[in-house]
């Protein structure tokens, strides 16, 4: 099952929130949704959930409206906001038999789900107690575990790891990359490593348009356009031999320099002066823009 947006767009009396975009989420993969603040990814993630009613435009899952069969979406959906709304009084447990009677489970099918969703999203040791006594990195888990409880082939996260330590960071990602092997999962963050550790393929949206869209390795190797060197060092070297050969060198890490030139041979110049000063060489690769350069070159070129 995927995903597909076609002209979507979203008026709030003089503001194009989202404006005419199109993209597609397949089936088995997690699709980075990014943006800046404003830039209109809550809006279009509450229209793919049938929360928002689009100005215009279409939004299917599976062949299925959003906007024509709302309540078959919401079936075949689950949704977890960026402010996780959660009943803090009732027990774990006692919150997700709720959302999963709500969906229809019902009776051996209903308590299963329940048991299954407390083991995928790592909450054991937390199902006796309270919501409202659990940590941030819980509640989040919580909110994770009904999003799933009815079992949605199509899963929508918006900024599910914010607030979040490095630890439960890791954990929900793995949850996430678990689930989504038979799911199409759609995920908005601001973290570019959680990008690149879990996304398939990115759709990057800027003050309402989609600025791009493509497989997560394509679109790196396609904007790294960067003609540099890392130069790297067993021990630490004297930045002035470069500069000697008409470079500007900038620090890079331990031992490491970032060199870029224009020069077709630059490969060949740095490993001419290494060789020509006895430099203890430990590597010589090519410099890559980081996903959050990227991000950044494609939203700025945007501002008006």
Same mark, same amino acid.
């Given at each position: 099952?995927?995903?597909?947006?076609?002209?979507?767009?979203?008026?709030?009396?003089?503001?194009?929130?989202?404006?005419?975009?199109?993209?597609?989420?397949?089936?088995?993969?997690?699709?980075? @949704?990014?943006?800046?603040?404003?830039?209109?990814?809550?809006?279009?993630?509450?229209?793919?959930?049938?929360? /928002?009613?689009?100005?215009?435009?279409?939004?299917? +899952?599976?062949?299925?409206?959003?906007?024509?069969?709302?309540?078959?979406?919401?079936?075949?959906?689950?949704?977890? $906001?960026?402010?996780?709304?959660?009943?803090?009084?009732?027990?774990?447990?006692?919150?997700?038999?709720?959302?999963?009677?709500?969906?229809?489970?019902?009776?051996?099918?209903?308590?299963?789900?329940?048991?299954?969703?407390?083991?995928?999203?790592?909450?054991?040791?937390?199902?006796? =107690?309270?919501?409202?006594?659990?940590?941030?990195?819980?509640?989040?888990?919580?909110?994770?575990?009904?999003? *799933?409880?009815?079992?949605?082939?199509?899963?929508?996260?918006?900024? $599910?790891?914010?607030?979040?330590?490095?630890?439960?960071?890791?954990?929900?990602?793995?949850?996430?990359?678990?689930?989504?092997?038979? =799911?199409?999962?759609?995920?908005?963050?601001?973290?570019?490593?959680?990008?690149?550790?879990?996304?398939?393929? /990115?759709?990057?949206?800027?003050?309402?348009?989609?600025?791009?869209?493509?497989?997560?390795?394509?679109?790196?190797?396609?904007?790294?356009?960067?003609?540099?060197?890392?130069?790297? @060092?067993?021990?630490?070297?004297?930045?002035?031999?470069?500069?000697?050969?008409?470079?500007?060198?900038?620090?890079?890490?331990?031992?490491?320099? +970032?060199?870029?030139?224009?020069?077709?041979?630059?490969?060949?110049?740095?490993?001419?002066?290494?060789?020509?000063?006895?430099?203890?060489? *430990?590597?010589?690769?090519?410099?890559?823009?980081?996903?959050?350069?990227? @991000?950044?070159?494609?939203?700025?070129?945007?501002?008006?």
């Amino acid at each position: 099952m995927s995903v597909v947006i076609s002209e979507l767009t979203k008026i709030y009396g003089e503001q194009r929130a989202v404006d005419a975009i199109s993209f597609e989420a397949p089936k088995g993969k997690v699709t980075g @949704f990014l943006g800046p603040n404003g830039a209109g990814k809550s809006t279009t993630m509450k229209m793919a959930v049938g929360y /928002v009613v689009p100005t215009s435009g279409s939004i299917t +899952l599976d062949g299925v409206s959003v906007t024509e069969d709302p309540l078959e979406v919401k079936k075949m959906t689950g949704y977890l $906001p960026e402010h996780n709304p959660l009943y803090l009084d009732m027990y774990v447990r006692e919150f997700l038999r709720f959302i999963g009677s709500a969906y229809g489970l019902k009776g051996s099918t209903l308590k299963h789900r329940v048991e299954e969703m407390i083991e995928t999203v790592g909450l054991n040791r937390e199902k006796k =107690k309270k919501i409202g006594a659990l940590s941030k990195g819980y509640r989040q888990r919580v909110g994770l575990a009904q999003a *799933l409880i009815h079992n949605p082939s199509v899963l929508i996260l918006d900024e $599910p790891t914010t607030g979040l330590d490095p630890n439960q960071i890791l954990e929900i990602r793995e949850v996430i990359k678990n689930i989504s092997q038979d =799911k199409t999962v759609i995920l908005s963050t601001h973290i570019m490593q959680e990008v690149e550790a879990i996304c398939d393929k /990115v759709v990057i949206i800027d003050k309402g348009q989609i600025v791009a869209d493509d497989q997560l390795t394509v679109l790196k190797e396609g904007m790294n356009d960067s003609n540099g060197i890392i130069i790297t @060092f067993e021990q630490a070297v004297d930045r002035q031999v470069f500069v000697s050969g008409g470079f500007e060198p900038k620090e890079y890490g331990e031992n490491a320099y +970032l060199i870029e030139s224009d020069r077709d041979d630059l490969r060949a110049a740095l490993l001419k002066i290494t060789s020509e000063n006895d430099l203890p060489l *430990l590597s010589l690769t090519k410099a890559h823009k980081s996903l959050e350069e990227i @991000f950044h070159r494609l939203t700025q070129n945007q501002k008006s």
